[in-house]
T-cell receptor, first 113, second 115 residues
Framework: GQQLNQSPQSMFIQEGEDVSMNCTSS?????WLWYKQDPGEGPVLLIA?????ELTSNGRLTAQFGITRKDSFLNISASIPSDVGIYFC?????????????FGTGTLLAVQP | DSGVTQTPKHLITATGQRVTLRCSPR?????VYWYQQSLDQGLQFLIQ???????AKGNILERFSAQQFPDLHSELNLSSLELGDSALYFC??????????????FGPGTRLTVT
């Protein structure tokens, strides 16, 4: 089945640094979603992307829909301690009649003050 | 706050037992989804309901079942529980069906521990 691989698996950075992470698939996705999950909490939707090449920002977060439609990228600028958490990409399988989501493997972000 | 509510927050039960997890979607959302999150499997889609009808099934065991009621709240029933069923169970909701909205909003989850 379709799988979403995220890299890096984890990142340990200093406060103020910029962060980049990506999500890749072996098959095409028509929608990419990025979520953040704090420990013991539910994932929170950060950004939704609907068109290849699309670049969308949400505050210090910027995400891009790769032109091949097989990848997506998330950047966080000037990281702060509350950015700590696990970041997931997700998308609906192509051709599906429903909008169930497949989730990536996650990138754990740790920010040192 | 996503607007999606789930109860209970924590559940501890013994193997072989049956439990019911409850979810209320965001106001106006007709689709409800259930996901299971475990350390080794990540976030896995279980089942989707739209306006009371089952729309999609994922990796849901036969021991598990769900339903969506006329008021749109949903319940996930887990029976004959095994140790491996211990996980976080999330409910999510969205506006409608495929092509209408892929943005899903998640509840706080129910942490199930089977002993």
């Amino acid at each position: 089945g379709q799988q979403l691989n995220q890299s890096p698996q984890s990142m340990f950075i200093q406060e103020g640094e910029d962060v980049s992470m990506n999500c890749t698939s072996s098959s095409i996705f028509n929608t990419w979603l990025w979520y953040k999950q704090d420990p013991g909490e539910g994932p929170v939707l950060l950004i939704a992307l609907y068109k290849a090449g699309e670049l969308t920002s949400n505050g210090r977060l910027t995400a891009q829909f790769g032109i091949t439609r097989k990848d997506s990228f998330l950047n966080i600028s000037a990281s702060i301690p509350s950015d700590v958490g696990i970041y997931f990409c997700a998308g609906p399988p192509e051709g599906g009649a429903t909008n169930k989501l497949i989730f990536g493997t996650g990138t754990l972000l740790a920010v040192q003050p | 706050d996503s607007g999606v509510t789930q109860t209970p927050k924590h559940l501890i039960t013994a193997t072989g037992q049956r439990v019911t997890l409850r979810c209320s979607p965001r106001s106006g959302d007709l689709s409800v989804y259930w996901y299971q999150q475990s350390l080794d499997q990540g976030l896995q889609f279980l089942i989707q309901y739209y306006n009371g009808e089952e729309r999609a099934k994922g990796n849901i065991l036969e021991r598990f079942s769900a339903q969506q009621f006329p008021d749109l709240h949903s319940e996930l029933n887990l029976s004959s529980l095994e140790l491996g069923d211990s996980a976080l169970y999330f409910c999510a909701s969205s506006l409608g069906l495929a092509g209408e909205s892929y943005e899903q909003y998640f509840g706080p989850g129910t942490r199930l521990t089977v002993t």
